[in-house]
């Protein structure tokens, strides 16, 4: 399988593979491909799948820090989390998803930093626990970050994927009341494609209160509201 489409996606973000992360990469993609074959688990096709799915994961790697533990909320086949795990073994990273075809998935490719949890993320188990909490294709922005909020620990960071044209949404909706501050909106380009994702980078300031997250029902109907509303 060709990588080099990876290689100037991770130069832009600092970073690089070794051999035998590329080989891990491959293999991963390759095990996706075979079982998407028989078990649906991604929509976009092969010949995106370099792009798309790794050199769209790495993205965050700017975001992340040296050693720590990382949550992907909502991985599907284990997007972000699996290439995040095998580019950055100095991590932990847990990927949870409450399908288990995912989980079947997965387990099919381990890596010893992967944990993985088969669970709803709005039943949280390890509150505060995660430096870093992320998630692709969660939700709509405000139920994604009522999902996550909990999850992140006290100085540490959400940085959901999101795209350019949220931001004047994400900027108004009212997130304070997680515990989480604003501190910056990234846009990167994902090269090879014309696709810019926004990160907004939200650092936690004080714990989240026990009433959130809601239940799914909760969430669903009555989204966070906007500042001031």
């Known amino acids: ?94 990927a949870l998803d409450a399908t288990a075809k995912v989980h079947r998935f997965l387990q099919t490719v381990p890596l010893k930093n992967l944990i993985l949890r088969e669970q709803r993320a709005e039943d949280v188990t390890r509150r505060e626990g995660f430096d870093v909490v992320t998630g692709r294709a969660l939700a709509p922005f405000a139920i994604q970050a009522e999902l996550s909020a909990a999850w992140v620990k006290v100085g540490g960071l959400f940085v959901p994927f999101r795209t350019p044209a949220e931001r004047e949404e994400i900027a108004a909706t009212n997130i304070g009341v997680l515990g989480l501050k604003l501190e910056d909106f990234v846009e990167v380009p994902l090269l090879g494609t014309d696709v810019v994702r926004l990160f907004p980078v939200f650092r936690k300031v004080r714990e989240t209160q026990e009433t959130y997250p809601r239940t799914w029902a909760r969430i669903k109907a009555k989204p966070l509201g906007m500042k001031g509303s």
């Not at 130069?11 to 990469?25: F, K, N, R, T, V």
């Not at 095990?31 to 929509?43: G, I, K, Q, V, W």
Request: contains cysteine.
């Open 1 to 94: 399988m060709d990588l080099s489409p990876l290689m100037p996606i991770l130069e832009a973000q600092g970073a690089s593979a070794s051999p035998e992360q590329l080989e891990q990469l491959a293999g991963y993609l390759q095990a996706l491909y075979e079982t998407n074959s028989h078990t649906n688990l991604t929509r976009i096709p092969l010949e995106d799948a370099v792009i798309k799915h790794l050199g769209d994961s790495l993205l965050l790697l700017r975001f992340l820090p040296e050693s720590g533990s990382v949550i992907d909320l909502g991985t599907g086949p284990g997007v972000p989390a699996w290439p995040l795990a095998c580019l950055r073994p100095e991590l932990t990273v847990h």
